[in-house]
Nanobody
Framework: QVQLVESGGGLVHAGGSLRLSCAAS????????MGWYRQAPGKQRELVAN???????NYADSVKGRFTISRDNAKNTVYLQMNSLKPEDTAVYYC?????????????WGQGTQVTVSS
């Protein structure tokens, strides 16, 4: 079994910053990719940023230049530094990991952490 535990969400004023963390634990051989998605009320879940094991990064156009994703592979942890937050960034943020186990690669999700940006 694999668990993803997120932390760092909260309420912040527009223009402020937050840092999300997500730590993976359990029966892990390796992690191929880690990333962050978000889902606002009434909207579909969307990719915010992800980072394959090779170190490249992908960002949604709406967060480029404001958000930075990083990984600590030794700790199986991914971070999302969010700067210059806007009210439209308000959503539940979910951590995602593509985990390699002995029986193959599996997709795991965290429980979600609320980010609320007030105007």
């Amino acid at each position: 079994q694999v668990q993803l535990v997120e932390s760092g969400g909260g309420l912040v004023h527009a223009g402020g910053s937050l840092r999300l963390s997500c730590a993976a634990s359990g029966s892990i051989f390796s992690i191929n990719a880690m990333g962050w998605y978000r889902q606002a009320p009434g909207k579909q879940r969307e990719l915010v940023a992800n980072m394959p094991s090779g170190g490249s990064t992908n960002y949604a156009d709406s967060v480029k230049g404001r958000f930075t994703i990083s990984r600590d592979n030794a700790k199986n942890t991914v971070y999302l530094q969010m700067n210059s937050l806007k009210p439209e960034d308000t959503a539940v943020y979910y951590c995602n990991a593509a985990v390699e186990r002995l029986t193959g690669e599996y997709d795991y999700w965290g429980q979600g952490t609320q980010v609320t940006v007030s105007s």
